[in-house]
């Protein structure tokens, strides 16, 4: 599965979009982005995927560049709750055994 | 029930000692994955069943590591003679199908090793 590149942190203001950025330069045309977030002392928590088209959802937006090669999570009103690790990874969908490749991650901040 | 449940929550066992993880998936999940997390690092991929069959056992550390899951639903992860570098958060993640769609993960178990 691709590598991806996320920032290691990043703080945004209460009320105010979150907008978390992903480089994987390296996907391939059968690999999903996939983000999902970890808030402190809990297990990951699935967020949305695409494959290429933008997706929405009741948590988050997705926007995927036309080459495929970045994309961004978007949280349009961001709250303390938000406060959480974030983690951008592809992968292939395979019959059996897809499993996630997890990185650093970047650590978001909500600030009041 | 609604999610994922693991147990126990924390767990502190001795050098040498023997422990059993529990995880319990969503009802009818066939995909079931057990994952390894360090303090400050992402969750690191350990072994993963379709159903009872253990199709992928390529993350596990050592043969001291060994996971069922017999009849298909809940599965246990043991790990013999624990070590201190054995001291993390261990996950469990289920999937309804084995294509797409985000896994529901569980809260964990975390391992202390003394």
């Known amino acids: 599965d691709a590598k991806t590149t996320q920032p290691p942190s990043m703080d945004c203001a209460e009320g105010r979009a979150a907008n978390l950025p992903c480089n994987h330069s390296?996907?391939?045309?059968?690999?999903?982005v996939y983000w999902y977030r970890q808030i402190h002392s809990q297990g990951p928590q699935y967020i949305i995927h695409?494959?290429?088209n933008n997706e929405t959802n009741e948590m988050a937006s997705l926007i995927i560049t036309e080459d495929r090669k970045s994309s961004t999570l978007i949280l349009p009103h961001a709250t303390l709750r938000d406060t959480a690790v974030y983690y951008c990874?592809?992968?292939?969908?395979?019959?059996?055994?897809?499993?996630?490749?997890f990185g650093g991650g970047t650590r978001v901040l909500v600030k009041p | 029930g609604a999610g994922v449940s693991q147990s126990p929550r924390y767990k502190v066992a001795k050098r040498g000692q023997d422990v059993a993880l529990r995880c319990d998936p969503i009802?009818?999940?066939?995909?079931l994955f057990w994952y390894q997390q360090a303090l400050g690092q992402g969750p690191e991929f350990l072994t993963y069943?379709?159903?009872?069959?253990?199709?992928?056992k390529s993350g596990l550390p050592s043969d001291r590591f060994f996971a069922e899951r017999p009849e298909g639903s809940v599965s246990t992860l043991k790990i013999q003679r624990t070590q201190q570098e054995d001291s993390a958060v261990y996950l469990c993640?289920?999937?309804?199908?084995?294509?797409?769609?985000?896994?529901?993960f569980g809260s964990g178990t975390r391992l202390t090793v003394v």
């Open positions: 993640a289920s999937l309804k199908g084995t294509g797409q769609g985000g896994y529901t």
């Open positions: 695409g494959l290429k």
């Open positions: 390296t996907i391939s045309g059968n690999e999903y």
């Open positions: 009802s009818g999940h066939v995909s």
């Open positions: 990874i592809v992968r292939v969908a395979r019959a059996a055994g897809n499993k996630l490749t």
């Open positions: 069943f379709q159903n009872e069959a253990q199709l992928d």
